[in-house]
């Protein structure tokens, strides 16, 4: 890698895989399938000025009538479909978690945090339908028409992270999310001249669909959590290079390795099947785990949604310097 170690790493993005030419077709018609439905029209009013909470709002993505009839008939017509609304309630119980750690500590006491519903993102059909982008986006591409969405539903406070929570489980592109700069840190200086608000990418679909509703979890709160981690306070806790190596992976049983959320897809072997389905890549080293008790004999791969400390140690000093005062 041609960085330097000081270098925040530039491309947080998890697990993006191969796919076979056929199961790029069959996303195709997913992808066809999922802009037959009309666009939103519901407009989220913006919230400014200081004492105003940092918000997490957090956006249903348009799920293919074939997924959300997996999850009966109730939600047929609901758009917030069971994975989405564990999603959801996850990234709400992180949140606690930290504000409970920070609390406990006489930390963050006037600071209001909220985790918000947004109204659902239904992207237009593309005026080039036959473009790469336009069948299987790339992250930046999905970023890029989340931000457009956001800016006109004059959405974008200069204290929010907004979450997509996406549904394309066959989009190797996106793999299971992510964030990218220039709008990866909440609350940063407006790069682009709109606001500082950050968003990110979490591909529920693609957990679902490949791993567990435990890894959806997960996953959602890590995508979220990216966005209040710059790098400098990462670095300034236990030296990690990484926001992945804030976490832990315990051996909770002999061939068992219990895995927190800003660990999860980073935790296992760099191959397939080592944790999640798809492993993220690049920066982390298990050396530098918050606590990594290795590998060796592990057979089950479990999931617990409970925040190591230096997570919330990190994303607590990082609310303290952005928005406290
Ligand atoms: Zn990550």
Avoid: K
Wanted: glycine share 8%; net charge negative.
């Amino acid at each position: 890698m041609a960085s330097g170690l000081d270098d925040p790493p530039a491309d947080r993005t998890t697990g993006r895989w191969r796919v076979t030419r056929r199961e790029a077709l069959v996303a195709l018609g997913g992808a066809a399938l999922a802009s037959s439905t009309g666009p939103s029209t519901t407009a989220m009013v913006a919230d400014r000025g200081p004492d105003e909470p940092v918000r997490i709002r957090v956006y249903p993505g348009d799920v293919p009538f074939q997924a959300r009839l997996r999850y009966g008939l109730s939600d047929l017509r609901r758009d917030w479909p069971t994975p989405l609304r564990d999603a959801l309630a996850a990234i709400e119980d992180a949140f606690e978690q930290v504000l409970a750690y920070a609390r406990e500590r006489s930390r963050l006491e006037s600071l209001e945090v909220r985790v918000e519903r947004g109204a659902p993102i239904r992207f237009p059909p593309s005026t080039t339908p036959l473009s790469t982008d336009a069948v299987l986006p790339s992250l930046e591409a999905l970023l890029e028409r989340f931000r457009e969405r956001l800016r006109r539903r004059d959405a974008l406070t200069g204290r929010a992270c907004h979450v997509l929570l996406d549904w394309s489980p066959l989009n190797y592109r996106v793999g299971y999310g992510g964030t990218l700069a220039p709008n990866s840190i909440t609350g940063s200086s407006a790069a682009d001249g709109d606001s500082g608000d950050a968003q990110t990418v979490a591909n529920v679909g693609a957990t679902e669909v490949w791993d567990s509703r435990a890894v959806t979890r997960n996953m959602a709160i890590h995508e979220t959590m990216h966005t209040f981690l710059p790098h400098e306070i990462v670095d300034a806790i236990g030296a990690a290079y990484c926001d992945h190596e804030l976490g832990t992976a315990v051996r909770t049983a002999e061939d068992t390795l219990e895995i927190s959320p800003i660990a999860t897809a980073y935790a296992g072997h760099d191959r397939i099947g080592g944790g999640t389905r798809f492993p993220g890549t690049g920066c982390c080293d298990r050396d530098r785990f918050s606590r990594h008790d290795g590998t060796d004999g592990i057979e089950n791969w479990t999931y617990t949604t409970e925040l190591s400390e230096a997570t919330c140690e990190a994303v607590t000093r990082f609310l303290e310097r952005r928005f406290e005062d």
